[in-house]
Nanobody, 121 residues
Framework: QVQLVETGGGLVQPGGSLRLSCVASGSIFSINAMNWYRQTPGMKRERVAGIDADGRTDYAASVKGRFTITKDNAKNTVYLEMNNLRPEDTAVYYC???????????????WGQGTQVTVSS
């Protein structure tokens, strides 16, 4: 089994910064991709940023230049550094990790529990 635990959400003023973390643990053989999504009530979950096994990143247009995704392979951890936050960034943020697990090499696609980010003055 593979589990994800997210931390780092909270309340921040417009223009402020937050850093989200997501730790993957369990029977992990390899990780192919780590992603961050967000969702607001009544809306479809939106992919915010992703990083692949080789460290290549991509971002939604709405966050490009303000958000940075990084990872620590040794710790199976992905981060999302969010700067210059806007009220429209308010959402529940979810991490998503895709990879292969022990002992049979089965593919997994796991989601974190979500963490609330609120941008408000």
């Amino acid at each position: 089994q593979v589990q994800l635990v997210e931390t780092g959400g909270g309340l921040v003023q417009p223009g402020g910064s937050l850093r989200l973390s997501c730790v993957a643990s369990g029977s992990i053989f390899s990780i192919n991709a780590m992603n961050w999504y967000r969702q607001t009530p009544g809306m479809k979950r939106e992919r915010v940023a992703g990083i692949d096994a080789d460290g290549r990143t991509d971002y939604a247009a709405s966050v490009k230049g303000r958000f940075t995704i990084t990872k620590d392979n040794a710790k199976n951890t992905v981060y999302l550094e969010m700067n210059n936050l806007r009220p429209e960034d308010t959402a529940v943020y979810y991490c998503n990790v895709v990879g292969f697990s022990y002992p049979h090499g089965d593919e997994f696609d796991r989601w974190g529990q979500g963490t609330q980010v609120t941008v408000s003055s």
